[in-house]
């Protein structure tokens, strides 16, 4: 069993960058997929980032953030980690983590989310 916390958020202007953690309880995190989410108001949650399991070398990106955000994880801190820059308007969301294990598409775990504003 893992559970998920998320940190980092804030406000930032357009063009800026943050750092998103999500660190994980238990000693199972290496054998998790994790995923970053976010959902705007009055959108649905949509799709961020993946990272894959054990040493995470296969990650994947929504289009929308393809080349300004960077999904990495350090298994020795139970932590992964989404770098965003060129913040945009569009990006303010509450972002949340998730974890899907091994290979699986479901994600069965997830925080509680962070929010992050980015103002124009």
């Known amino acids: 069993q893992v559970q998920l916390e998320e940190s980092g958020g804030g406000l930032v202007q357009a063009g800026g960058s943050l750092r998103l953690s999500c660190t994980a309880s238990?000693?199972?995190?290496?054998?998790?997929?994790m995923g970053w989410f976010r959902q705007a108001p009055g959108k649905e949650r949509e799709f961020v980032a993946r990272?894959?399991?054990?040493?995470?070398?296969?990650?994947s990106y929504a289009d929308s953030v393809k080349g300004r955000f960077t999904i990495s994880r350090d298994n020795t801190k139970n932590t992964v980690y989404l770098q965003m820059s060129s913040l945009e308007y569009d990006d303010t969301a509450v972002y949340y983590c998730?974890?899907?294990?091994?290979?699986?598409?479901?994600?069965?775990?997830w925080g509680q989310g962070t929010q992050v504003t980015v103002s124009s």
């Open positions: 998730a974890a899907a294990l091994g290979a699986s598409s479901t994600y069965e775990k």
């Open positions: 238990g000693r199972t995190f290496s054998s998790y997929a």
């Open positions: 990272i894959s399991w054990g040493a995470g070398s296969k990650t």
